[in-house]
């Protein structure tokens, strides 16, 4: 079994990301803050993060690099990590955040799931 943990503030995208990746092999987990990222993780234990580049208080660029640190430190099983980025502009940021892939918004369902099954 796959398992999945997106993390955004956005219903629609959680709605987009569970249509376009839960199936009888996958299940999608949904946090709604950065902060709780770590916590659900650790927990969870998913072979794909999904990190919206908004969520909340503790955006995707800071969770992605708290993610690193645990990861790093053996705390954290290494995980692969998808930024959803705002526009095309922001591109950077995703490499400065140490993900394994990214997408600009708005989502399309097939280039998710391709992108989802590529790092899988």
């Known amino acids: 079994m796959v398992k999945v943990l997106i993390a ?12 376009a990746l839960a ?4 299940t999608v987990s949904r946090v709604r803050r950065g902060e709780d990222v770590r916590e659900t993780a650790l927990a969870l234990e998913p072979d794909l ?6 969520i909340g208080n503790m955006g995707g660029v800071a969770t992605s ?3 690193h640190h645990e990861m790093t ?3 954290l ?3 692969k990590i998808m930024m959803l980025l705002d526009r095309k502009d922001d ?6 955040a140490k993900v394994d892939a990214e997408l600009v918004k708005p989502l399309n369902a097939l280039h998710l799931r391709k992108t989802a ?3 899988l």
């Open 49 to 54: 993060i999904i990190l919206d580049l908004q």
């Open 91 to 96: 591109l950077w940021i995703a490499s400065e």
């Open 117 to 119: 099954e590529s790092l």
């Open 8 to 19: 955004t503030g956005s219903d629609v995208i959680a709605e987009k990301t569970f249509a």
């Open 65 to 67: 690099l708290d993610l």
């Open 73 to 75: 430190a053996g705390r």
């Open 77 to 79: 099983k290494p995980t």
């Open 23 to 26: 199936t009888k092999d996958t």
